[in-house]
């Protein structure tokens, strides 16, 4: 009787137990996730970003994924996955009950969780559904979801999902995306060798990366290749001929900093149209105007001038005053190629630059660069930042006194002036900068920043000067004299038909630079004289498709008819003469028709030039952030023009060379250059000279 009762205590334990465990793990997968979701599979997906030749050369992404069909992944990937993850893939019905029991003594022997037995379907459901916590509750949901994976889906079902799903290191999500991080090809034209490293890199991306431990990466890859030929996966001569193959990875360039600035450019756009979900789990496909390999040339010209500048004003700043300069001091030991060490020091902050290029004839920007380290700075100085343009401005002043009865021999005044304000406007005050003349009563109501005193960057005066040569050498005084005579009010309309959206006062020195621009007005402006008076808005997408190929967007030129193709190409001509004859003749060793012009503010603290060729126009600007000077005599024509002549010579070695012509309504007459009078025909000094129909000057010398 007693042992009868004992029996019925233990059966009634045994109940409760199996109640309670029943009980349990009914608790644990009443919440399971539906795994019907992995038949809209869609994980985040890489958004790319490609040159106007196709040319791949950024990406978005959370995940750095590519989701590739089964059909196009190599069967010896698959294989090699396989042979050193589950080896019964193909017959356990989602779990491996022998695995279990032997990790299960093994993990008991030790005390912990050490080993694990999970099967590929298992591993899918830990990363689709659950935690990556190594608990037993997890353990038992993960065990339970793969038996319902296997019941809902086929094994090239699961391992398609496997394939695409699994981390594989250096921000590569998916076999493909693996495929191009570690060797830049497509995943489906792997060899042996290649895939056996890939296959052993999941279970410790970090430990077997070739890049950091090459070593490991190929001990690693031996392991994986033996797992395959015991399971006859491969023959012996195979085995030999991957061990022997060695790993031969992309080198990792440059292309991830390259276009930086662009890219975040860009990056804003798609953000502000279409969303932070679209940029980073859609997939979009976006083909911009940037020309990659004219990205690579300006980046290296711009930093290339802008080191041998920091390089030029290191020597002229003696070490022990570095610091009462403003200068951060930084100091390291190097070595030579003889061994010897020698001191090597980086002063900062260091000159900064930026450049934009574009095509006049559609506003595609082909080059942009922002700055000099994206890393350290983010701001873009190609389309943010504001500046003065110094003399860049006075091609306002050229063109409204041109689209307005001046002629390129019309007579400027380059003498001295000065002007004091009066209420909002500037008058003359004198035609001396010597004021000891001038009524000592009337001077003493004038505060001395209400004074202006324009001069030339020579120091000298010329007297009566020609238009043309007033542009080509820059004369402010002659700009001075001829907003006056135009008046500033003129200057500011064409400036804001042209493109400036800044604030603009009309005052007189207004044609020196006396406002703000950006590089893109800047450049556009000038976009516009070398397209014969078409203005055209600079743009950097040519089109985006979604992840299936449709068409989202597409953009292309908006011309828009802004200056008449006859003062364009006055205009046109004046600034080639510029470039050949004046502050632009830095430019000569082009040796093809270009136009530009310089610009230069006050105490050096910005040097532009921007010129044009017929089928690119670009901008440089050189400075430092904190509006710090360049140095004295560090203008436009030796900061920016070596930088704008360098890069367009290496973008046109190979392009034809092509020519400005002018429209109708231009007439060319021999000129007395030294009088802007009708040359005789027999005049030496007789220059032909482009004039509006109407225009042309009657009288001889």
């Not at 199996?18 to 994980?43: C, H, M, R």
């Not at 950024?58 to 196009?72: L, S």
């Not at 001069?455 to 010329?462: A, C, H, P, T």
Request: glycine share 6%.
């Amino acid at each position: 009787m007693k042992r009868y009762k004992i029996y019925i205590k233990a059966a009634a334990g045994l109940a409760l137990g199996w109640l309670a465990a029943f009980a349990f793990v009914n608790f644990l997968t009443k919440g399971l996730p539906d795994i019907d979701i992995l038949q809209e599979y869609s994980p985040p997906i890489i958004t790319k970003l490609y040159d106007r030749h196709g040319i791949e050369f950024a990406e978005f992404y959370i995940e750095r994924r590519v989701v590739t069909p089964i059909t196009e992944i190599p069967v010896d990937l698959q294989n090699a996955i396989l042979a050193i993850e589950d080896t019964s893939f193909f017959q356990h019905w989602g779990i491996n009950p022998k695995r279990i029991a032997r990790a299960f003594m093994v993990n008991v022997e030790r005390g912990r969780i050490s080993q694990g037995a999970s099967t590929i379907t298992q591993q899918l459901a830990k990363v689709m559904f659950l935690t990556r916590d190594r608990t037993i509750a997890r353990k038992i949901k993960e065990v339970f979801l793969a038996i319902q994976l296997e019941k809902k889906y086929s094994k090239q079902e699961i391992l398609q999902y496997y394939l695409n799903q699994i981390y594989f290191g250096a921000s590569a999500y998916g076999v493909e995306s693996a495929s191009k991080v570690y060797f830049d090809k497509s995943v489906r034209n792997l060899n042996l060798a290649e895939c056996a490293m890939l296959a052993g890199l999941p279970r410790a991306p970090s430990r077997y990366s070739p890049f950091s431990n090459l070593k490991s990466a190929y001990q690693r890859r031996q392991v994986v290749l033996r797992r395959m030929i015991e399971e006859k996966m491969i023959d012996d001569r195979q085995y030999v001929d991957a061990s022997a193959t060695p790993i031969t990875m992309q080198v990792i360039d440059d292309k991830i900093e390259t276009a930086a600035y662009f890219k975040e450019y860009v990056r804003q756009y798609l953000e502000e149209k279409y969303g932070y979900n679209a940029i980073y789990k859609a997939g979009l496909k976006v083909y911009t105007t940037l020309d990659y390999d004219m990205q690579l040339i300006a980046e290296e010209e711009l930093e290339n001038r802008l080191t041998a500048f920091d390089e030029e004003k290191a020597k002229q700043i003696r070490y022990g005053r570095m610091k009462e300069e403003g200068f951060e001091v930084t100091s390291e030991m190097i070595k030579d190629d003889l061994g010897a060490e020698k001191e090597k020091l980086s002063i900062f902050p260091s000159v900064q630059g930026a450049l934009l290029a574009m095509d006049p004839r559609s506003g595609e920007i082909l080059a942009m660069v922002g700055g000099r380290d994206y890393a350290k700075s983010q701001f873009n100085r190609a389309v943010q930042a504001r500046r003065q343009p110094g003399s860049g401005f006075k091609i306002f002043t050229y063109t409204a006194a041109c689209d307005n009865g001046y002629t390129v021999v019309s007579e400027l005044e380059d003498a001295p002036v000065a002007y004091f304000q009066e209420g909002i406007k500037w008058k003359l005050l004198s035609r001396t900068t010597d004021l000891s003349d001038l009524d000592p009563q009337f001077l003493i109501n004038i505060p001395p920043d209400k004074i202006w005193i324009p001069s030339n960057y020579s120091g000298e005066y010329e007297g009566k000067t020609l238009l043309v040569d007033a542009i080509t050498q820059s004369q402010n005084l002659c700009a001075v004299d001829l907003i006056q005579r135009i008046g500033p009010d003129l200057v500011v309309k064409y400036a804001r038909k042209m493109g400036v959206s800044g604030e603009l006062l009309p005052i007189p020195s207004l044609t020196l630079g006396a406002c703000e621009v950006t590089l893109p007005e800047l450049v556009a402006a000038f976009g516009i004289i070398a397209n014969e008076g078409i203005k055209v808005t600079p743009y950097g997408i040519i089109k985006i498709t979604d992840d299936s190929g449709n068409l989202l967007e597409i953009n292309g030129p908006k011309p828009e008819k802004c200056i008449s193709p006859q003062t364009a190409y006055i205009m046109n001509w004046l600034l080639q003469n510029v470039a050949e004859n004046g502050t632009g003749a830095g430019t000569r060793s082009l040796n093809r028709p270009r136009g530009g012009k310089t610009g230069t503010t006050n105490m050096f603290t910005d040097a532009w030039f921007t010129g044009f060729i017929p089928d690119v126009v670009c901008g440089i600007w050189t400075g430092y952030d904190n509006n710090a000077s360049l140095g004295r005599r560090k203008s436009g024509a030796v900061m920016a023009v070596p930088v704008w002549t360098a890069f367009m010579k290496r973008i046109t070695e190979s392009r034809p060379i092509s020519d400005f012509h002018p429209p109708a309504g231009i007439n060319f007459v021999p000129i007395n250059k030294n009088t802007g009078k009708r040359a005789l025909p027999d005049n030496p000094d007789a220059i032909l000279m482009p004039f509006i129909t109407g225009t042309e000057p009657l009288r001889y010398n």
